[in-house]
């Protein structure tokens, strides 16, 4: 089926720099998109999410850009702490019942 | 954690014996999921239920089914495992918010099948 992929397999970033984690998607039906979190260990945290009629959406410390032209997809954060360290994932959906297609995930390496 | 529990947390079988999973929420939220995620691979959907009784197979359904007899519980079920069958399963379940989408995951069962 359709999937969700990411540019950069893995990042690191000093602390306090900001970071830009990118993603591709290939199903221009997807309506939905998420970024989720994932510590090790624990199942994936909700970030932020942002609906295709948007093209930006701003939370605590992160943005979400969509630019459904290329089908492109990043996340912003501001400001990165040790405690951002991570994979991130995200994911679409275009379907009522919410099902979710991942991509395979970022490292995400903040260094003090 | 949106109410979510998973049991077993971790679990090792061996190659042909059948594995139950439970998922049991505690908001009455009507949207379950399985998923599983493997080394390489983000979260891939196993199945979906909609409502008590109400579910469907997602991207890599073979080898499981699932039953769903009451809001709170969503059970995954591997007939035989297999050792491809190996690896972390998430339960997820969506908020009623509108139209989001917003999933939350429970903390994930570790299941080795030798």
């Known amino acids: 089926g359709e999937s969700v992929g990411l540019h950069l397999p893995t990042l690191s970033v000093q602390e306090g720099d900001n970071s830009i984690i990118n993603c591709a998607y290939s199903?221009?039906?997807?309506?939905?998109f998420i970024w989720y979190k994932q510590e090790s260990g624990k199942g994936p945290q909700f970030i932020i999410d942002i609906r295709s009629n948007m093209d930006k959406r701003q939370g605590q410390r992160v943005t979400v850009l969509l630019n459904k032209t290329v089908k492109h997809l990043s996340l912003q954060i501001a400001a990165t702490q040790p405690g951002d360290s991570a994979v991130y994932f995200c994911?679409?959906?275009?379907?009522?019942?919410?099902?979710?297609?991942f991509g395979q995930g970022t490292i995400l390496t903040v260094h003090p | 954690d949106a109410g979510i529990t998973q049991s077993p947390r971790h679990k090792v079988t061996e190659t042909g014996t059948p594995v139950t999973l439970r998922c049991h929420q505690t908001?009455?939220?009507?949207?379950m999921y399985w998923y599983r995620q493997d080394p390489g691979h983000g979260l891939r959907l196993i199945h979906y239920?909609?409502?008590?009784?109400?579910?469907d197979k997602g991207e890599v359904s073979d080898g499981y089914s699932v039953s769903r007899s009451k809001t709170e519980d969503f059970l995954l079920t591997l007939e035989s495992a297999t050792s491809s069958q190996t690896s972390v399963y998430f339960c997820?379940?969506?908020?009623?918010?509108?139209?989001?989408?917003?999933?939350?995951f429970g903390p994930g069962t570790r299941l080795t099948v030798t």
């Open positions: 908001e009455n939220h009507r949207y």
């Open positions: 994911a679409e959906s275009g379907t009522s019942y919410g099902k979710l297609t």
């Open positions: 239920s909609y409502g008590v009784k109400d579910t």
């Open positions: 997820a379940i969506r908020t009623n918010r509108g139209s989001s989408y917003e999933q939350y």
């Open positions: 199903n221009s039906a997807s309506d939905y």
